[in-house]
């Protein structure tokens, strides 16, 4: 079965750090692309940071650009999603997603195709930063 595990969240005060991390089973990172999104009320799940299943290449949304970072360690199937210079509009849920291709935006299972659709999800992981 294919799981994904997100891990990781907590509370960080304004310009803090954190590092989140999200275990998979049930395939390798060269089959789907691994993505975080982000969720807060009234607003549509974001989709900020992805890593390529083809080539490793790492896409990021601009709110996060420059301060977030992906990366993989596959002995231990396991994504990050390394958080610095963190800001109160940077709370929210936390989610690790696997997809055939990366999506960064607004995601809604509705509107994006087949293309981009989502195929797993991990269950999120609260991060609070507080002013």
């Known amino acids: 079965d294919v799981q994904l595990q997100a891990s990781g969240g907590g509370l960080v005060q304004t310009g803090g750090s954190l590092t989140l991390s999200c275990t998979v089973s049930g395939f390798t990172f060269d089959e789907y692309a691994i993505g975080w999104f982000r969720h807060t009320p009234g607003k549509e799940r974001e989709g900020i940071l992805c890593?390529?299943?083809?080539?490793?290449?790492?896409y990021s949304a601009d709110s996060v650009e420059g301060r977030f970072t992906i990366s993989t360690e596959a002995a231990k199937n396991t994504v990050y999603l390394q958080m610095n210079s963190l800001k109160p509009e940077d709370t929210a849920v936390y989610y690790c997603?696997?997809?055939?291709?990366?999506?960064?935006?607004?995601?809604?299972?509705?509107?994006?195709?087949?293309?981009?659709?989502?195929?797993?999800w991990g269950k999120g992981t609260l991060v609070t930063v507080s002013s």
């Open positions: 890593i390529s299943a083809v080539d490793a290449r790492t």
């Open positions: 997603a696997a997809s055939e291709h990366c999506f960064i935006g607004d995601y809604r299972s509705d509107r994006v195709g087949d293309y981009y659709r989502v195929h797993y």
